[in-house]
């Protein structure tokens, strides 16, 4: 086993997610041998709780390198297989999982709201719903300062080009270069998860919003 550590964070992730009752459509662990790397994807369903926005997916990005580093600081952690290695101990890294997180919007409900969907009038609209959600983001998030970029698709029909998999995705990173003990992290990673649910939350606010401006 490569990632004790980092499936010990796992399996407390998944056990505290189902004390909370929240909706996940899947929880999923990766592995790339190749690279020297694993990762976490959660996708939770949001369309009990939302109209506008759909799902939330978070990624969460590791690797034998960063692995070894966090071996190196907790202790108890001699032992660890990787830190007998000199590939992975030889490098003086900071651990942190890094983060990506996408909340997919209902573009759909958008486009039921309109008078008319012939032409670009769906892609002027799903433009203008973008532009609206993002000025509210700068506001309501001005002091996390979010790195964020949308990832949209275009198809087109009979009537004209339209936007599909209209998604916001957020790039952070959950630090973990201060703590002695897996629990300390443990509920670190709680709380950063929680964070990430609050965000959910005011992006649906948004998002409710905005689509009346936009339609």
């Known amino acids: 086993m490569n990632y004790p550590i980092f ?20 929880f999923r662990i990766w592995n790339e041998e190749k690279i020297n790397a694993t990762g976490l ?28 580093a966090l071996a190196k600081q907790l202790p108890g952690m001699e032992k660890h297989p990787l830190l007998k290695v000199d590939t992975y101990t030889d490098k003086n890294l900071t651990p942190y999982i890094d ?6 919007f209902n573009e759909e409900r958008l486009y039921r709201k309109l008078d008319s969907q012939v032409g670009n009038r769906r892609m002027e609209a799903a433009g203008q719903w973008m532009e609206y959600i993002n000025r509210e983001l700068k506001h309501v998030f001005a002091e996390d300062k979010l790195i964020s970029r949308w990832h949209v698709e275009i198809e087109g029909d009979m009537h004209g080009r339209y936007v599909t998999d209209m998604s916001l995705i957020s790039y952070m990173q959950f630090d973990l270069d201060h703590f002695t003990t897996l629990n ?9 998860i929680q964070k990430v649910m609050l965000r959910t939350d005011a992006i649906i606010k948004i998002a409710s919003r905005t689509m009346e401006l936009a339609a």
Do not use: P, T, Y
């Open 7 to 26: 499936n010990a964070i796992v399996n407390q992730v998944e056990a505290r997610l189902a004390k909370r009752s929240i909706n996940v459509d899947h």
């Open 41 to 68: 994807e959660i996708g939770m369903n949001l369309e009990d709780r939302s109209k506008h926005v759909k799902k939330l997916v978070i990624n969460h990005d590791w690797d034998k390198f960063r692995e070894a």
């Open 99 to 104: 983060v990506e997180v996408s909340w997919f």
């Open 184 to 192: 300390d992290i443990h509920v670190h990673m709680e709380q950063s």
